[in-house]
């Protein structure tokens, strides 16, 4: 398996329902990727701001997505391929 650091601005489609966030599809590179599955959520800070992050399925490959709740950003941290 190869992990590739990426750590760069994406957009995301995403459904806020019952406190929780569900990401559906991400933009990286021009290239739309469907969610296929949510592996894991947890919780972090950087300084003041609260952050969330993601794994995330699409396409044969995990994807690390985050949401920074202060500035609404979504950033593309990492994926896992083979």
């Known amino acids: 398996?190869?992990?590739e650091e990426v750590d760069e601005p994406v957009q995301v489609g995403a459904v806020f329902?019952?406190?929780k966030v569900l990401p559906r599809w991400f933009v990286w590179a021009?290239?739309?990727h469907?969610?296929?599955s949510v592996n894991m959520v947890w919780?972090?800070?950087a300084g003041e701001a609260p952050l969330s992050y993601f794994s995330v399925s699409s396409g044969g490959s995990v994807w690390q997505l985050r949401l920074d709740h202060k500035s609404m950003e979504w950033r593309l941290e990492k994926v896992c391929s083979e």
């Open 1 to 3: 398996m190869r992990v």
């Open 17 to 19: 329902k019952g406190g």
């Open 30 to 32: 021009g290239v739309r």
């Open 34 to 36: 469907d969610v296929s």
């Open 43 to 45: 919780k972090g800070k």
